[in-house]
Every structure is written in structure tokens, then in C-alpha cells.
């Protein structure tokens, strides 16, 4: 059964912290995104992997960064939280062959 | 440049009542069409997708869209609502390169009994 799991499902962070989402999967699959879903906006990509050690902005990527260091692992970096990053995190990855995404249950993250 | 939208923000049937949830889309080239769910507190799960095969397409639980090139639509049915079937629905359209989707809005679906 194919997986993709995040290290929390619920966070709370202060302003200014730094706070790292971890997103894995078992699937071998070459590409991995990071989303934000906030109400009446559906889903928003941050940024996205299509290898190890490769990132492309989405197109809301102001105020996060990420990082890939091995194909199964993708994790999603607020350098400095802001309140207006309490959002959903989604991570997903696809194999490179066809364009379904598997998503991971999310975190829910509030920065206060 | 690719979009999706989602015309119903919410809907609300009644339960073995007929299910419509509508989407258009546009897209500068033949595209791929997904739908997902996403039930309270759980991830997205793929309902369907459309990839230039037959226009009509059957997912799980029931569910079917129908691709019309003409009207730009791929709208999602189901012939009679079940109380499971209550969650959010999105309706996604292919990218481009590197599996990139986008994203509608949503629709939250309510059924009561």
C-alpha cells in the first residue's frame, strides 16, 4: 500500500521560529511537492522536487524553502514564522511515468 | 496558462438524492483532469481522472465525470448520495512538466438524511 507520511499532524509555533515539516514516502517516486490549503482557496503549490537535490518555486514560495537530500525524504523550512503561515500543509509525490499525486494526511500548523 | 473553477463553493442534497458538482476548466492544450476527495481530518484521495481516453470516466464509490471539450466542463456525478459521500471535493487540472496540478477552490459537499 503506497505511503506518504508527515512527521506532525497538528504544530504550534511562535512568531520567529524556525519550523521544519518532514514529508516521506515509500513509493520511489522521483517527484515531491509541498502545498498550503487555506479555506475557499483550495490547494497552493510551495515548491516542488523532481530529484534529489532539485527545487523549482511554485507559486507561492515567499517565506519558506526547501530541501531534498534524499528521494524519498522532502522537507518544507518557514525560516521565520509568521502568523500568516497558520495554514495545512499537504505534501505529495507522483512517479515521473504518469501525473497522479499521492498526498500525504497533512499538518496543521498555527503559528501565534 | 491552466486554470479550474469550481462553480459551487457548497452543496447540500439530500441522501439517495442525485449528486452534481460542477467544474471548468481551461487549458491551453489537451489536459488531464482529476477529481479528489478529502474527508474531515484525512488526506486527499484520488476520485478520478480523465487522460484523453473515453470522455466519460468511472471512479470509486460510485462516482463518474464526464469530459465535454466543447464547454470546458468535467463535471462530477453520482446517481444517488450516500452519508459517506459528505466531504470536500476538488477538482484539478494537469500543469505542464514535472506532474504539476492545479487546483479549484473546492466544494464542500453536505448530505443529509
Known amino acids: 500500500d503506497v505511503k506518504v507520511t508527515q512527521s506532525s499532524r497538528y504544530l504550534v509555533k511562535r512568531t520567529g521560529e524556525k519550523v521544519f515539516l518532514e514529508c516521506v514516502q515509500d513509493m520511489d517516486h522521483e517527484n515531491m511537492f509541498w502545498y498550503r490549503q487555506d479555506p475557499g482557496l483550495g490547494l497552493r503549490l510551495i515548491y516542488f522536487?523532481?530529484?534529489?537535490?532539485?527545487?523549482e518555486k511554485g507559486d507561492i514560495p515567499e517565506g519558506y524553502s526547501v530541501s531534498r537530500e534524499k528521494k524519498e525524504r522532502f522537507s518544507l523550512i518557514l525560516e521565520s514564522a509568521s502568523t500568516n503561515q497558520t495554514s495545512m500543509y499537504l505534501c505529495?509525490?507522483?512517479?515521473?511515468?504518469?501525473?497522479?499525486?499521492?498526498f500525504g494526511p497533512g499538518t496543521r500548523l498555527t503559528v501565534l | 496558462a491552466q486554470s479550474v473553477t469550481q462553480l459551487d463553493s457548497h452543496v447540500s442534497v439530500s441522501e439517495g438524492t442525485p449528486v452534481l458538482l460542477r467544474c471548468n476548466y481551461s487549458s491551453s492544450y489537451s489536459p488531464s483532469l482529476f477529481w479528489y476527495v478529502q474527508h474531515p481530518n484525512k488526506g486527499l484521495q484520488l476520485l478520478l481522472k480523465y487522460t484523453s481516453a473515453a470522455t466519460l470516466v468511472k471512479g470509486i464509490n460510485g462516482f463518474e465525470a464526464e469530459f465535454k471539450k466543447s464547454e470546458t466542463s468535467f463535471h462530477l456525478t453520482k446517481p444517488s448520495a450516500h452519508m459517506s459521500d459528505a466531504a470536500e471535493y476538488f477538482c484539478v487540472v494537469s500543469s505542464g512538466g514535472y506532474n504539476k496540478l492545479i487546483f479549484g477552490a473546492g466544494t464542500r459537499l453536505a448530505v443529509h438524511p
Open positions: 522536487s523532481y530529484d534529489v537535490k532539485m527545487k
Open positions: 505529495a509525490s507522483s512517479p515521473t511515468e504518469n501525473n497522479e499525486q499521492f
